[in-house]
């Protein structure tokens, strides 16, 4: 249990190391830099998504033949269709832009801010979350030590997604002690939504294929909708391709080393 409870939490520090760049760098993050940093984070979660969550659904069924592929497809779609919904009822604002998304509210941009980056973070907890859980319920194809490399993947690129959310809070006019607590903040949703999702597991354990692919369905979406397109904007670069290229190689070897 106190595997788990490390490997829940080490996603958290990964955000608040990054979210600490704010009392080291003086002005903004550089544009370039900027963009290394979310490919990389892209790479990362598309590679979790793929070895860690959509391969142990279907290897989970690969006893019902071509019907194998159905629970990490429902899946799939309905964590694409989860994070869609929260995207569309949440008001939220994303880095870089102006105009809030969702419904209208009297929110500050500041709040604005930690509510996208919180919709960011969700399925990257419920992620680290079912693998533990069925690591936990000795699920084949699923060990602690593959749990551990999702949780470590997910640290790592915590660390340039706490810089970039961290940043712009000081940017906002926030002190940066205050930039340093929100964008900290910002990642404890990945714990508390993984620590719910291991208590449940004994009953979560029928649906698990289910599970696993909707938590990959919503790292999806969050790399399509936000993290790629935020990655083009402005002048072209060939840098969030490199950085996504080493992400996604970083996130398989884990993947491969300690499963």
């Known amino acids: 249990m106190l595997t788990i409870a490390i490997g829940l939490l080490i996603p ?9 760049f704010v009392f080291f760098m003086k002005d903004d993050m550089p544009e370039r830099v900027q963009k290394s940093l979310l490919g990389f984070a892209s790479g990362v979660m598309v590679a979790a998504s793929v070895w860690s969550l959509l391969i142990p659904a279907m290897e989970m069924e690969e006893g019902k033949g071509a019907w194998s592929v159905v629970p990490a497809a429902v899946g799939f779609l309905l964590g694409i269709g989860f994070l869609l919904v929260l995207d569309e009822v949440t008001p939220h604002l ?3 832009n102006s105009q809030p998304e969702g419904p209208r509210s009297k929110l500050s941009r500041t709040a604005m801010l930690a509510l996208a980056v919180t919709i960011h973070n969700l399925p990257e907890g419920m992620a680290v979350g079912v693998v533990f859980a069925g ?3 000795g699920v084949a194809n699923i060990s602690i030590a593959s749990a551990v490399a999702v949780s470590l993947g997910i640290a790592i690129q915590n660390v340039p997604e706490g810089a970039i959310i961290s940043m712009p ?4 006019g926030n002190s940066r002690w205050r930039s340093f607590m929100l964008g900290s903040l910002s990642g404890a949703v990945e714990p508390i939504g993984g620590l719910a999702v291991v208590l449940l597991a004994s009953l979560l354990t029928p649906i698990l294929p289910y599970m696993l692919a909707f938590a ?3 790292m ?8 790629i397109p935020e990655a083009s904007e402005g002048k072209h670069t060939n840098l969030s391709t490199i950085g996504f ?4 190689v970083l996130m398989m070897v884990l993947d491969v080393v300690l499963g």
Do not use: S
């Open 12 to 20: 958290l520090l990964g955000t608040m190391l990054g979210a600490a």
């Open 94 to 96: 994303h880095l870089g």
């Open 135 to 137: 690591a936990e319920q």
């Open 169 to 172: 809070m000081r940017a906002e």
């Open 216 to 218: 990959a369905g919503a």
């Open 220 to 227: 999806f979406y969050v790399v399509v909708e936000e993290l």
């Open 245 to 248: 290229a080493i992400g996604f």
